[in-house]
């Protein structure tokens, strides 16, 4: 009897385990309802976090996009609010970072710097800009809780995901769905994209106007990541960085006394304009550069960086970030500093090296992140799930070819008069610097005729510069101050 019973209790366990295999709901939501205060204000939201699918030609779900989405409570006329679509980037990071660190109605529990504080966490965020617009927070397919369908194998059809262009393209399709089912076809709409993001939603522009109808009042690029510099090469991409080694190098109080001694936004127009004028002809020149040319170009970058001339030579001209990461305090100190955010510093096995072991600042951002992201969608927002919260999710290999994003923006601005662009980006930023986020931007407009449509906004502090508590107030106030100037005008969309 008991050998049966046993049986049994195996069989019966085994239907449960199958029944409830470690899957997500392909289309489900689940609603809460919360208070913030924002600048005194107590405002009402409600969070609405869950799955919708992509769908197929055929109308099949091939994927489900895990997004939560935030309203204020108590609009008269939800049609005149904006509403605010959010992306990180990677390609493959979850979109945990601006979602709690950012724009969203609760943050992280860090210090004022944006160093992790134990117990981990969130508190809310007393600078959001929920109280002007509604926000989603979309993860693309394999990031945070989204997932293919299937989920592995062969049977996965990588080309609809994962590259630039497939990206966009599901993803202008999946907002059509979301837009159309919150009934905010009528809202003016803004796309923000981070890091990779940033190509993201330069792509998107045009893909939403195109392919769904959709017509944007604004693109916001947070360090953005334009790869038609950052993996070309060459001597523009080179030089570029120098302004950031100049900024990096201030902070940690690197430089000759005489820019030592002013305040960083006086001294950064100097490297900017070295750079473009000087520096990058310069490289250009290659082998065929004089000596004495070489000597004095090393001379006054070592100047605007804080290495030595000899170790500049020594690059001919053209020194990487990794080398600049690991050695710029190799002599004072002995750290490395970080890639993402070069306030943070590591330490290496050994002083010597061209790169850093490691990157001082994203295993302090994990130390906060993955934690509260985990605890918050599962405990506050009561989104209830087995599966693995994926900061960074299985996208690669990426397919980069053809892309024409840059162009893309443009052509949806000539397009559509609304559209207006915002940059930001933090100074110390090693990875998508702020200089080539500048440059991305002068490049977007060759003519120059839409330039009054572009503004750049820069932060002391990193590639996620709303960590350090002064610029997340800032950027929230530049953020807020766009959209609430670029909205709903009654103006006619005309030149």
């Given at each position: ?49 869950g799955?919708?699918?992509v ?18 409570n108590?609009v ?65 397919a394999?990031t945070?809780y ?32 979301f ?7 009528r ?12 190509t993201?939603v ?9 392919q ?42 690197a ?14 127009p ?10 990058i ?15 004095s ?29 690991k ?58 799930t087995?599966i ?13 070819e ?6 893309n ?6 397009q559509?008069?609304y ?10 930023d ?12 002068w ?21 996620m ?31």
């Amino acid at each position: 009897m008991k050998k049966i019973q046993l049986m049994l209790c195996i069989m019966l366990c085994s239907s449960l385990a199958f029944a409830q295999s470690r899957k997500l709901p392909v289309d489900t939501t689940v609603t809460t309802q919360h208070n913030v205060t924002i600048n005194g204000t107590n405002i009402g939201y409600t969070a609405t976090t869950g799955t919708q699918p992509v769908w197929d030609e055929m109308g099949e779900p091939i994927a489900s996009l895990h997004y939560t989405y935030y309203t204020r409570n108590n609009v008269k006329n939800r049609a005149e609010r904006p509403l605010l679509i959010s992306f990180n980037g990677g390609p493959g990071s979850g979109s945990v970072w601006m979602h709690l660190a950012y724009t969203g109605p609760r943050i992280l529990k860090i210090d004022d710097e944006g160093y992790p504080v134990q117990p981990y966490g969130v508190k809310h965020n007393p600078f959001s800009v929920l109280d002007v617009t509604d926000i989603v927070y979309v993860n693309p397919a394999n990031t945070g809780y989204s997932r293919t369908i299937p989920e592995k194998g062969e049977k996965v059809d990588r080309d609809k995901f994962f590259g630039i262009n497939a990206d966009v393209k599901y993803l202008a399709e999946w907002l059509n769905t979301f837009v159309t089912r919150n009934d905010r076809w009528r809202s003016p709409k803004y796309i923000i994209g981070e890091s990779y993001g940033g190509t993201r939603v330069m792509g998107l522009s045009l893909a939403l106007q195109n392919q769904q109808w959709m017509y944007l009042n604004g693109v916001i690029m947070v360090s953005p990541a334009d790869y038609k510099v950052i993996r070309v090469g060459g001597p523009v991409s080179s030089a570029l960085n120098l302004p950031y080694y100049t900024a990096a190098a201030w902070h940690h109080k690197a430089l000759p006394s005489e820019l030592q001694g002013k305040d960083l936004l006086e001294i950064l127009p100097e490297s900017e304009d070295y750079t473009i004028n000087t520096l990058i002809p310069a490289i250009a020149k290659g082998g065929f550069i004089s000596d004495s040319e070489r000597k004095s170009v090393a001379k006054k970058m070592a100047y605007y960086s804080g290495l030595k001339e000899k170790d500049i030579l020594d690059h001919n001209l053209d020194v990487p970030t990794q080398f600049f990461w690991k050695n710029l305090l190799k002599d004072n100190g002995g750290y490395n500093v970080g890639r993402l955010d070069s306030r943070y510093l590591g330490i290496d096995r050994q002083l010597f090296g061209g790169s850093p072991d490691y990157s001082a600042e994203l295993t302090s951002w994990l130390h906060s992140f993955a934690p509260a992201i985990n605890y918050y969608l599962q405990e506050e927002l009561k989104f209830k799930t087995d599966i693995k919260y994926n900061m960074f999710g299985p996208v690669h290999p990426w397919n980069n070819e053809d892309d024409n994003t840059r162009d893309n923006l443009r052509q949806a601005m000539a397009q559509n008069p609304y559209l207006n662009v915002l940059v930001q980006s933090g100074y110390y930023d090693g990875a998508t610097t702020y200089f080539n986020a500048k440059y991305t931007m002068w490049q977007v407009d060759p003519s120059g005729r839409m330039k009054d449509r572009f503004e750049f906004k820069g932060y002391r502090s990193g590639h996620m510069m709303y960590l350090r508590r002064e610029d997340l107030k800032k950027a929230n106030d530049d953020l807020r101050a766009f959209i609430l100037r670029t909205s709903a005008t009654g103006q006619s969309a005309k030149y």
